[in-house]
């Protein structure tokens, strides 16, 4: 039993104790105690309590009162669902509307169903259409959750939309109802009474493409540019032999319709590798600029719609190098926002033994060999 509320005492009652003051011979008082059942309750007592007064012993109450608990119904009902974008693919601040049906289609009254889902990636909750026969009672960000009730043999539509965040992630594609994870009607004990998939997603526009590789692919030195997987967590890698130079270049090309007036962000170089001051191939665009001491390439370049923009730079792989070389790129389309990104991974690959060996590719450490 869970404890809800008391009331008919005086000053001084809280919880499960009463404060009566003064009680004249031949006047009653009525205490009243709200109690909750647990859902795993089958029955409720009220098991023993007792008066207290001053002048007499302590005084029993009445028998143990025990009361059937009527669990809420666990009677299945049907779910679906369905998204419609506004357009495909979906360019910031485009919506998505939702409809969420459920069907009951059995005697049982369902009371205080309910259920939650997520807007998606790079997704907000923008506007509740019709609560059906119930509310929202969370409408708020990115989650949103519906609770009502469900009567016999019948069903309600809820219909609400999203709408794409102004700030894109770099690594969002899609947007899906629920990031694509099940949505489940459950009943007030958390019991579940149905699910169903969300719609597949709508491709999101992403406003800047980004090209991020070393581009003097050549045999034996610098290698091809592969996504990789679990080794390199999805991460952009080419391999590079140990001395060798990469010409790395970063090509954003403006996929919006309209001008970016200034695409703001910066490519850390890690200390692993050897840079000239300044590291440029050529004169880089302007409001392109180099820190020595930070190893960081800065730049504020404005776009056209269409227009391309490339910052080239060369970054050599030294003999001994063991690591791996991550090369950071962040960058936002106004200030605040960060939606344009990536990292370039150089593996360094020592120089080919004469004598058989065991190569291995390690996560931290590039290509090693065992002689």
């Not at 909750?36 to 309590?49: D, E, G, I, K």
């Not at 970063?250 to 996929?255: G, H, K, L, V």
């Not at 692993?272 to 191939?281: I, M």
């Amino acid at each position: 039993m869970n404890f809800v509320s008391q009331s008919g005492g005086d000053a001084g009652s809280s919880g499960t104790l009463w404060n009566i003051t003064s009680l004249a011979p031949g006047q009653s008082r009525t205490l009243t105690a709200t109690y909750s059942p647990r859902c795993t309750s089958t029955t409720v007592s009220l098991s023993s309590y007792t008066i207290d007064s001053q002048q007499t012993n302590p005084v029993a109450g009445a028998p143990v009162v025990t009361s059937t608990v009527i669990g809420f119904p666990a009677d299945p009902v049907t779910i679906t669902a369905t998204s419609t974008p506004s357009t495909s693919p979906l360019f910031a601040g485009d919506t998505i509307e939702h409809a969420i049906t459920i069907t009951n289609a059995t005697a049982a009254n369902h009371q205080l169903i309910s259920f939650s889902a997520s807007a998606g990636d790079s997704t907000e909750l923008a506007q509740q259409l019709d609560p059906g026969s119930g509310s929202f009672t969370n409408f708020l960000g990115s989650s949103m959750t519906w609770t009502g009730n469900l009567p016999p043999f019948s069903s309600t539509t809820i219909r609400f939309t999203t709408r794409i965040r102004a700030c894109i992630f770099p690594s969002h594609t899609a947007s899906r109802l629920n990031d694509g994870s099940t949505i489940t009607v459950s009943n007030r004990c958390a019991i579940a009474l149905g699910s169903t998939l969300p719609p597949p997603g709508t491709p999101i526009h992403h406003p800047v493409s980004l090209s991020f590789q070393a581009t003097n692919i050549s045999a034996g030195l610098v290698g091809p540019p592969a996504v990789a997987g679990s080794i390199f967590e999805g991460r952009t890698y080419q391999p590079v032999r140990e001395g060798a130079t990469a010409v790395v270049a970063a090509t954003f090309t403006n996929d919006l319709p309209t001008p970016i007036a200034a695409l703001s962000g910066t490519i850390v170089l890690p200390s692993s590798l050897v840079l000239a001051d300044p590291p440029f191939v050529g004169t880089p665009p302007a409001g392109v600029t180099y820190s020595a001491a930070s190893r960081t390439i800065s730049f504020a370049i404005p776009l056209a719609s269409g227009q391309s923009a490339t910052i080239e730079f060369n970054a050599t792989v030294p003999v001994g190098a063991t690591c791996l070389s991550l090369l950071e790129l962040d960058a936002g389309t106004f200030a605040g926002c960060t939606d344009v990104g990536g990292d370039l991974a150089l593996i360094s690959v020592k120089t080919p033994l004469q004598t058989d060996a065991i190569y291995a590719m390690h996560s931290s450490q590039g290509i090693t060999y065992i002689p």
